[in-house]
């Protein structure tokens, strides 16, 4: 049995991620400070005598023996990471310092939670790993996009310094059950607001593009990565590579739900990317095979009924 801590355990993709380490007979440390997570996500493992919740917010050292780490720690919306932009970078790199310094300590594998807005607003499409990105570093977004670059960057370090068994996994955007309601990110906002009968907030002309990945395939492959010969330390892409503008997820939305909610346009985010894809070839050779397999139209619905459930309760 393996003891392995999930930092930002009790958010949206660390909820799932614990969950399945769980099933698959490991013991699991949550270690969350709950500014974006929720208990309601984890309520379910409580009775579970192998899953342990601790409250503490990662930019403080934080010290257990334990054999691998996912850190997940970090506001990933970008409503809620630039409501405290210093502190979402010291997060990113305070937080990545103190996890490091714990899998040397402890000589544990460790995974990063990084993302694809390491490449910005890319002028490269669809993005591979080998793209270095287009981030303005001080824009609205730069809090997050730089703090994940250096995260990278001091996950290379301890690597090449101190020998630390690295893994950094570039995720594209991620649905499903257990977002929050208020997360703000366009998945959940599009349905709530179709649930409720509220029109859709379309930023921009709703021509930009996102490639949709269901968590579940996300978690599939955290785990096999996580599994991968030492040599690999990625950055891997991890993401579904259908691509979709925001038009036409709004119109998906309102078809599954049946709403009789209309379209509003809100100004464009500044510094907001134009497209996104991923190239998910890397991916596909180091980690078996690995590729998404929920479509975004099932994906919809298992989010949809999860979040009739939760408006109703
Ligand atoms: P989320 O906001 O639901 O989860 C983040 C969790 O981290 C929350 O539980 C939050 O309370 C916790 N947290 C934040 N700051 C913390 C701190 N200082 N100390 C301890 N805990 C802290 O977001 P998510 O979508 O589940 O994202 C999880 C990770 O995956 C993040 O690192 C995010 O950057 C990354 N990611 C997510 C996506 C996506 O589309 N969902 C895409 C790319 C990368
Ligand atoms: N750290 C931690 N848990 C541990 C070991 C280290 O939180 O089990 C923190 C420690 O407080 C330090 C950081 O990780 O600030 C980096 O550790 P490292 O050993 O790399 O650096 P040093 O302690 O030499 O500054
Ligand atoms: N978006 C939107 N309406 C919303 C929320 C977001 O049109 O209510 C747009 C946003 O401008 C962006 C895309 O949807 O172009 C994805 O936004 P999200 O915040 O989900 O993620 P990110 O921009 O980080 O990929």
Redesign the pocket.
């Known amino acids: 049995m393996k003891r392995i801590l999930v930092t930002g355990g009790s958010g949206f993709i660390g909820s799932h991620l614990c969950e399945r380490l769980l099933n698959e007979g490991n013991e699991v440390i949550c270690l969350d400070n709950y500014f974006t997570g929720s208990k309601r996500n984890i309520i379910e493992l409580l009775g579970n005598p192998y899953f342990e919740l601790v409250r503490h917010d990662i930019t403080e ?4 023996e334990v054999d691998e780490i996912y850190n997940l720690a970090c506001p990933a919306s970008p409503v809620h990471y630039q409501y405290n932009p210093i502190k979402t970078i010291k997060t990113s790199v305070m937080g990545a ?6 899998a ?3 000589k544990a594998p460790i995974l990063q939670a990084s993302t694809s807005e390491v490449y910005g607003d890319p002028a490269v499409h669809p993005q591979p790993e080998s793209y270095w990105g287009n981030v303005n570093p001080i824009g609205p977004r730069s809090c997050y996009d730089e703090g994940k670059r250096c995260a990278e960057t001091l996950f290379m370090g ?1 690597h090449t310094q ?1 020998g630390v068994a690295i893994k950094i996994a570039r995720i594209f955007n991620t649905y499903g059950p257990n977002m929050n309601v208020n997360d703000g990110r366009v998945v959940s906002n599009f349905i709530v607001q179709a649930l409720q009968g509220k029109d859709l907030t379309i930023f921009g002309d709703g021509s930009q593009t996102r490639s949709f990945q269901y968590v579940d395939d996300l978690v599939d492959g955290l785990l096999v990565l996580m599994q991968t010969d030492a040599s690999v330390t990625g950055p891997v892409n991890l993401g579904n590579p259908t691509e979709f503008t925001m038009l036409e997820l709004a119109r998906e939305i309102i078809d599954l739900t049946g709403s009789s909610s209309e379209l509003v346009f809100h100004p464009l985010p500044q510094d907001d990317p134009q497209q996104r894809r991923p190239d998910i070839g890397l991916a596909q050779e180091l980690l078996n095979g690995w590729k998404p397999q929920v479509e975004l139209q099932q994906g919809l619905q298992h989010t949809i009924t999860y979040f009739e459930n939760l408006l109703s309760a």
């Open positions: 050292p934080y010290y257990a310092i103190n996890m490091l310094g714990l040397k300590r402890v301890y101190n």
